[in-house]
């Protein structure tokens, strides 16, 4: 069942039962690389597409997710990941500049390497709760080259820390998006 309006980004665990279609779940659930789960939805036909990597400011949300002020300069990648050739997912990534010192600073020059494929290899990664939302496509935050798009949609993020230091990823996915309704492949938790 969809919910009769949206939600901005709540704990999972906190959101009511039934609010969230069971085919929905394990897509907004999953504590794994959603890279991996969309190159093994897609068949291997996987790929980023780069809307935007600039310094910025927070969002209010943003910022309290990350228990920093609003005003704190950011890193902000934007990208479409694509699946058989169609934008499945808007996924935006906030980094502190802070966060993007020492090792860390090659984060800046990932070009269309897949962000979540750096984070599950990292050693230090540590993830926090998974936030979910269905949010109209205002406050999705979607690029221009999404402003067709009218409908709300499902979205899931989290914070990670690499070496200690925090960056928000947020997964918005797209209309196009219809691996949804299939099941969970092994390996992967629901």
Excluded: C
Aim: no cysteine; glycine share 6%.
């Amino acid at each position: 069942m969809i919910p009769p309006s949206t939600f901005i980004w709540q704990a999972l665990a906190t959101v009511p039962d039934k609010t969230i279609p069971p085919d929905w779940i394990g897509w907004l659930s999953d504590r794994g690389s959603l890279t991996q789960r969309l190159i093994d939805a897609s068949v291997n036909r996987f790929a980023v597409e780069v809307i935007d990597q600039i310094e910025t400011k927070p969002t209010e949300s943003e910022a309290q997710a990350l228990k920093i002020g609003r005003e704190t300069p950011v890193y902000s990648r934007q990208v479409l990941l694509l699946g058989n050739g169609k934008p499945w997912v808007f996924a935006r990534s906030i980094m502190p500049l802070s966060t993007l010192t020492g090792r860390l600073q090659f984060l800046r020059n990932i070009d269309s390497q897949p962000l979540g494929a750096l984070l599950f290899r990292d050693p230090s990664m540590t993830r926090g709760p998974v936030e979910a939302a269905f949010l109209s496509a205002e406050r999705a935050h979607l690029p221009d080259k999404l402003s067709h798009i009218k409908v709300p949609l499902w979205g899931r993020r989290s914070v990670f820390r690499l070496d200690q230091k925090p960056l928000l990823v947020s997964e918005i996915f797209l209309p196009d998006f219809k691996p949804y309704n299939q099941k969970p492949s092994l390996g992967f938790t629901t």
